[in-house]
């Protein structure tokens, strides 16, 4: 891989792509520090402290927003929204005829839904933006800190107008940086600012637990950590690659004194097909009862039971409901993402087969048992992964916002082996070797 990155760098158009997308990286990662006006920056960095990475509700928005969010920047919100907007538009084109017919349409159709996504993304930001300035008006969005109700000290409508317009602004931003990347630099930009903003929360998460720790002055804890993380890259990387192929054999045809088809490939159905969406489906299902019950007032049976079992992620109630959502999610968005029908139908009106298998229903039976088939250990294996946290919180006291939890280092992996499969392909466009060397 090291390899690959210093031959990049070697080639002029490449280092041109890898040096822009630095460039937007940097002025991303500016705006994450850069505060909103109408907010007294003293009380939210007094407040960030005394949370000591016990981030709540927050903590995975947070995540996302590469610490922004608890910080009240102009990129609070992050890229949040435009993947919230992704999701829904995607769960929608199953839903909607209009959509449907509009990715059938190739590129043209795409960028329609793609403007879609952009007006959808806005409106979410706004949403998200009047909610987070709700919260912090109120004090909760840092429980338990001396100075929260003082965050926002001017409760005028202006100012929180202007709060509202500069944090959506801010994802708009956001999101046209993320274009840039994909436009002129070295591509999947979303991804890659997505990316970025997990990973830099690696550096202080790793440090807050060295100087939590208690053995040979916290340096135990801190290399269990580190060898634990690599293990989990490891794993995370051998199951992501992992795919089931099925053959598919085309028949010949005589098109004049042509011959066409006759080839041999495959149909990749990767153990994750779902990817990391079912666990962010999962912990943004399982925030709402909490949320319900920091925002109501009085000490009802039904607030204290939710404070006593789903607050906490630790509790066995919360665990085992995680890992059911997680695993009901990710048949869900599989059952959702691939039809098995519509790639049988488009295998037969190509002439295309299954040795052993009969063209039309049969075909879709097929590739709908198998799917079946690999999503088991696929929903499996992302709900063991996703209760990482939990299991680092029972070992050795970490808090929930573990720095190699399941959400973070199935992103981190999956945008570095994207990113990498790239800058290879495209250095293999330049450097093409030959067979004779």
């Known amino acids: 891989m090291l390899t690959a990155f210093a031959r990049a760098f070697k080639t002029p158009d490449l280092r041109k792509k890898l040096l822009f997308t630095l460039g937007i990286i940097v002025v991303y990662r500016v705006g994450t520090h850069v ?30 927003s590469g610490g922004a969010l608890l910080q009240i920047t102009i990129f609070a919100l992050g890229i949040m929204p435009y993947i919230t907007a992704s999701i829904i538009l995607q769960l929608l084109t199953v839903v909607i005829p209009r959509l449907e017919a509009l990715k059938k349409e190739g590129q043209a159709g795409t960028a329609k839904i793609t403007q879609y996504t952009r007006y959808l993304t806005v409106a979410l930001a706004i949403l998200q ?36 317009i500069t944090m959506t602004a801010g994802t708009a931003v ?23 903003s997990i ?16 053995l040979a002055d916290g340096w135990i804890e801190f290399g269990t950590v580190i060898l634990v ?64 019950a920091q925002f109501s007032s009085g000490t009802s049976g039904w607030k204290t039971w939710i404070e006593a079992h789903l607050v906490k992620g630790d509790h066995p109630y919360y665990i085992t409901l995680y890992f059911f959502l997680i695993v009901f999610f990710a048949f869900f968005y599989v059952a959702i993402s691939f039809n098995p029908e519509e790639v049988a139908d488009n295998m037969k009106k190509y002439g295309g087969f299954i040795p052993g298998i009969r063209a039309g229903r049969p075909t879709a039976e097929y590739l709908s048992y198998v799917l079946n088939r690999i999503t088991w250990p696929g929903s499996l294996y992302l709900g063991l992964i996703a ?35 790239q800058i290879e392909s495209q250095l293999q466009q330049r450097n093409y070797e030959g067979f004779l060397r």
């Open 199 to 214: 990973a830099a929360t690696f550096p202080s998460a790793l440090w807050a637990i060295k100087t939590q720790g208690s």
């Open 229 to 292: 993380g690599l293990v989990m890259v490891g794993l995370v990387v051998f199951v992501e690659q992992a795919q089931r192929r099925i053959p598919v054999q085309y028949a010949k045809r005589m098109i004049g004194r042509r011959s066409y088809g006759g080839t041999s490939t495959y149909i990749p159905l990767k153990v994750n097909q779902a990817g990391v969406i079912p666990v962010i489906f999962a912990s943004s299902l399982l925030y709402i009862p909490a949320l319900v």
């Open 129 to 164: 933006g009047t909610g987070l300035v709700a919260t912090a008006r109120s004090g909760a969005l840092f429980s338990g800190c001396t100075v929260a109700g003082s965050i926002v000290p001017d409760r005028a409508i202006f100012t929180t107008i202007v709060m509202v």
């Open 174 to 196: 956001v999101m046209w940086l993320g274009e840039l990347i994909t436009d002129r630099g070295i591509g999947n930009g979303m991804s890659i600012l997505m990316f970025i």
């Open 35 to 64: 505060p909103i006006p109408g907010v007294d920056y003293t009380s939210v960095q007094q407040c960030v402290d005394e949370a000591s990475g016990n981030q709540g509700l927050f903590g995975l928005v947070n995540m996302f």
């Open 387 to 421: 209760l990482v946290p939990t299991m680092a919180l029972a070992g050795f006291g970490a808090n929930q916002n573990f720095p190699f939890g399941g959400t973070s280092i199935l992103i981190i992996v999956g945008v570095g082996l994207e990113t990498v499969k």
